[in-house]
């Protein structure tokens, strides 16, 4: 079936440490996405990528790094510059037209 | 800039009741818009989705919406609800283009036996 894989599930990192969420799609779909959601604030877009080799900030890209070198993949890197890391990251595609976003399970990230 | 509003962060309903969810949006044009629905710990799974055409929208699960736009309203409703719609939802709105979705905060739901 088609999907997008977003691993690890889970993450624990130290303070100061840089940390890379994995995000693969199958769909076939240009654009991806990757949002953090907080309880109680909803999802807030860090950063997308219309298509290969390109991507742009969104709103709370501060402190966090995306490639996209391959259709399929879209990493997130959460650099130490991150002042509060911890929250659930979602990875999104889009299927194209529309702006109806699939999304995969998502990766909790906690700092220690 | 877009917005999205859902006014209610904690609603309780008993089962086999009617549910009525709000969300008002912001936008200057004909926005695309989305209801969303994620269990704990879960990514988010589409309900439904208005783009043009007839405002009342049927979704999974037994869900609808209807698009009112001198409201600037999205509201999702369900005629009888199941334990197993307890969940956290999500109103969005967009331009169809593939810059993203804006989020509301979400609506928590509870379900009463």
């Known amino acids: 079936d088609g999907g997008i894989t977003q691993s690890p599930k889970y993450l624990f990192r130290k303070e100061g440490q840089n940390v890379t969420l994995s995000c693969e799609q199958n769909l076939n779909h240009d654009a991806m996405y990757w949002y953090r959601q907080d309880p109680g604030q909803g999802l807030r877009l860090i950063y997308y990528s219309q298509i290969v080799n390109d991507f742009q900030k969104g709103d709370i890209a501060e402190g966090y790094s995306v490639s996209r070198e391959k259709k399929e993949s879209f990493p997130l890197t959460v650099t130490s510059a991150q002042k509060n890391p911890t929250a659930f990251y979602l990875c999104?595609?889009?299927?194209?037209?529309?702006?109806?976003?699939?999304f995969g399970e998502g990766s909790r990230l906690t700092v220690l | 800039a877009q917005s999205v509003t859902q006014p209610d962060i904690h609603i309780t309903v008993s089962e086999g009741a009617s549910l009525e969810l709000r969300c008002n949006y912001s936008y200057g044009a004909t926005p695309y818009l989305f209801w969303y629905v994620q269990s704990p710990g879960q990514g988010l799974q589409l309900l439904l989705k208005y783009f043009s055409g007839d405002t009342l929208v049927q979704g999974i699960k037994g869900f609808e919406a209807e698009f009112k736009r001198s409201q600037s309203s999205f509201n999702l409703r369900k005629p009888s609800v199941h334990w197993s719609d307890a969940a956290e939802y999500f109103c969005a709105v967009g331009d169809g283009g593939a810059d993203g979705l804006t989020f509301g905060k979400g609506t928590h739901l509870i379900i009463q036996p």
């Open positions: 999104a595609s889009d299927r194209g037209g529309t702006g109806e976003l699939f």
